[in-house]
Every structure is written in structure tokens, then in C-alpha cells.
Nanobody, 123 residues
């Protein structure tokens, strides 16, 4: 069974940084594009970032471009989201997801999801 497990969330002040991790089971990490999404209370889940299976290409939502960096280490089946210059509007539950597509940006393009990790940014 495919599993994605996020960690690294927490409470941080505005302007601070957090690094999220997503550990995945086996083959999924090496053959799938990996993405991060987030969902704030009362809002729809929104795309944050995606990285191809090789790590050669990345794509970001405009709202996080220049502040967040997605990366992956296929040797240990882990994807990261480095979040810098955090803002209160970044507060949400963050989910990692895996996709068979090359570089999807829609939730519909992802096949497997983690349970999420809470990120709270105080002003």
C-alpha cells in the first residue's frame, strides 16, 4: 500500500521558516512527480509546488514563488518543502501528493495523498 507521511509543520512567527518533509513508500518516490498542496479553513485545496520524478524541473504557485523551494532525495524517498519568509496567509494544512504525470498542477492529476501537516503563521 502506498503511503505518504508529512512532517515538519508547526507554529512560526511571520517572517520565519519551516521545512516540511514527505516520506513515501518505495517505488513511488522514484517514478512519480511529487507535489505540495495546502488547504486553509473554509477554502479549497490549492496547489503550492511540484517537482518531476528526476528533480530536474519544478513549478510553483505565484503566491509562494521566491519564498518556497521544493526538492527531493530519491535515495531516501523523501520530498521537502522549504518555506521562508512565511506570512499569516500561508497558514493551512499542507499535503504532499504523488502523480504519474510529468508535472501536474491540479489536484485531479495526483494519485496518492498524505494526511497533511498543520502550518500556522502568527502575525
Amino acid at each position: 500500500q502506498v503511503q505518504l507521511i508529512e512532517s515538519g509543520g508547526g507554529l512560526v512567527q511571520a517572517g520565519g521558516s519551516l521545512r516540511l518533509s514527505c516520506a513515501s513508500s518505495g517505488r513511488i518516490a522514484r517514478d512519480y512527480a511529487m507535489g505540495w498542496f495546502r488547504q486553509a479553513p473554509g477554502k479549497e485545496r490549492e496547489f503550492v509546488a511540484v517537482i518531476t520524478w528526476s528533480g530536474g524541473s519544478t513549478y510553483y504557485a505565484d503566491s509562494v514563488k521566491g519564498r518556497f523551494t521544493i526538492s527531493r532525495d530519491n535515495a531516501i524517498n523523501t520530498v521537502y518543502l522549504q518555506m521562508n519568509s512565511l506570512k499569516p496567509e500561508d497558514t493551512a494544512v499542507y499535503f504532499c501528493a504523488a502523480s504519474r504525470l510529468l508535472i501536474p498542477t491540479s489536484a485531479a492529476g495526483f494519485d496518492y495523498w498524505g494526511q497533511g501537516t498543520q502550518v500556522t503563521v502568527s502575525s
